[in-house]
């Protein structure tokens, strides 16, 4: 059988076949560097590219004349002791210190570094409500109340706020409540992160005061050990009362100290006099 050679040149124009194969992994290549760039398909699973908080909101207000701009944010709303500190940031839009990033996301040498550059170019203002106060308010109102004085705490009065979470503080000025707003918004991360540094030294400091509870390692959280410290020592002045677990050891420790709860539905007897005079006819029908 006799082939025709000219069958195997390609036509003129046509793409060569070893052209084509060796274009196809460069496009692969590329379309990998592409998904690895934005997040997706990446060769690692489970890791997941979270952005940083950013200035675009506060540009936005700086462009419409609205200045200045403070953001706000509160430390230790779930410890069973210590207090809530609140802090409020008005950041230097000329010099804002790089890495800012919710508290969270930051070990606590990153947070101390941060926290020196934040305090040495922006405006910085702190308030703390103690456990008393949490105790007679409860919590999210001794927080929200914090976070308003550090506000009003503020060297200059601001004309714009963002709050972290979802209630707006009564403030003077416009306020606005951002749903995790420590992971979008720049100075609400800033200010994360000066109110957990300034909480952290806060429970050190107390730490020295009640020894036993290891407040400097887990800052009044209800950890484990925290738990068996409870139990094994009672509450502290530094604890929050009516917390469960504080409430508990507590009624175990001190228990002239808690008030017994009435049952308002248990039935109690009463005492029926009938004076001897009254006749009862028991044929009578009722």
């Known amino acids: 059988m006799i082939r025709d050679k000219s069958a195997k040149k390609p036509a003129n124009g046509a793409p060569k076949k070893d052209a084509a194969r060796k274009a196809t992994p460069a496009k692969a290549t590329k379309a990998s560097a592409t998904k690895a760039s934005t997040g997706k398909g990446a060769g690692r699973k489970g890791v997941i590219a979270v952005a940083s908080p950013s200035f675009r909101r506060e540009r936005a207000l700086i462009k419409r004349g609205v200045w200045p701009v403070a953001g706000c944010d509160e430390a230790g709303r779930g410890p069973l002791a210590g207090p809530v500190v609140a802090a409020a940031v008005i950041l230097d839009p000329n010099r804002i210190p790089r890495g800012i990033d919710d508290s969270k996301r930051l070990t606590a040498e990153e947070r101390e570094k941060l926290f020196d550059k934040i305090c040495a170019t922006a405006q910085v203002s702190v308030a703390v ?158």
């Open 129 to 286: 409500a103690s456990p008393s106060r949490i105790d007679r308010d409860n919590i999210l109102r001794a927080s929200l109340w914090a976070l308003k004085r550090a506000v009003v705490a503020l060297p200059e009065a601001p004309r714009h706020v963002f709050v972290d979470g979802r209630d707006r503080l009564d403030t003077a000025c416009d306020c606005e409540a951002v749903i995790g707003g420590d992971g979008i918004v720049l100075s609400i991360a800033a200010a994360s992160i000066v109110a957990k540094v300034t909480r952290d030294r806060l429970m050190c400091a107390l730490a020295q005061d009640c020894p036993g509870y290891g407040f400097e390692q887990h800052k009044g959280y209800g950890v484990p050990e925290h738990l068996d410290a409870l139990d094994r020592l009672g509450p502290s002045i530094h604890h929050r009362s009516f917390f469960a677990p504080v409430a508990a050891a507590r009624a175990k420790h001190m228990p002239w100290t808690v008030e017994p709860v009435r049952d308002l539905f248990s039935v109690t007897e009463v005492e029926v006099q009938v004076e001897a005079s009254v006749e009862v006819d028991a044929s009578a029908e009722l």
